[in-house]
Nanobody
Framework: QVRLVESGGGLVQAGGSLRLSCAASVSIFSINCMGWYRQAPGKQRELVAA???????NYADAVKGRFTISRDNAKNTVYLQMNNLKPEDTAVYYC?????????????WGQGTQVTVSS
């Protein structure tokens, strides 16, 4: 099983930016779908963004135009650049990997990183 380790979370004011990183324990070239999910208190975990090996991306409507997902296969790392953050973006953000098509549930999860956006 793939081990995923997230970093880059923290506290930021509304309108600010953060970049999350997800380092994988194996070559992510062999993993088709890498994604970021988030879970706010009292809410279900939801997809934020996903990217395939070929570079196709998918975003939740709430983050389109503000967040960008990317992957560096050489570094076995996936990134989530988050700009113009809003208080409603506050959540624990999880990295996830799925060997084949992007589908629920992913095969592997990271431990999560907290993102808090103050108003």
């Amino acid at each position: 099983q793939v081990r995923l380790v997230e970093s880059g979370g923290g506290l930021v004011q509304a309108g600010g930016s953060l970049r999350l990183s997800c380092a994988a324990s194996v070559s992510i070239f062999s993993i088709n779908c890498m994604g970021w999910y988030r879970q706010a208190p009292g809410k279900q975990r939801e997809l934020v963004a996903a990217i395939t090996r070929g570079g196709s991306t998918n975003y939740a409507d709430a983050v389109k135009g503000r967040f960008t997902i990317s992957r560096d296969n050489a570094k076995n790392t996936v990134y989530l650049q988050m700009n113009n953050l809003k208080p409603e973006d506050t959540a624990v953000y999880y990295c996830a990997a799925t060997a084949s098509i992007c589908s629920w549930p992913p095969n592997s999860w990271g431990q999560g990183t907290q993102v808090t956006v103050s108003s």
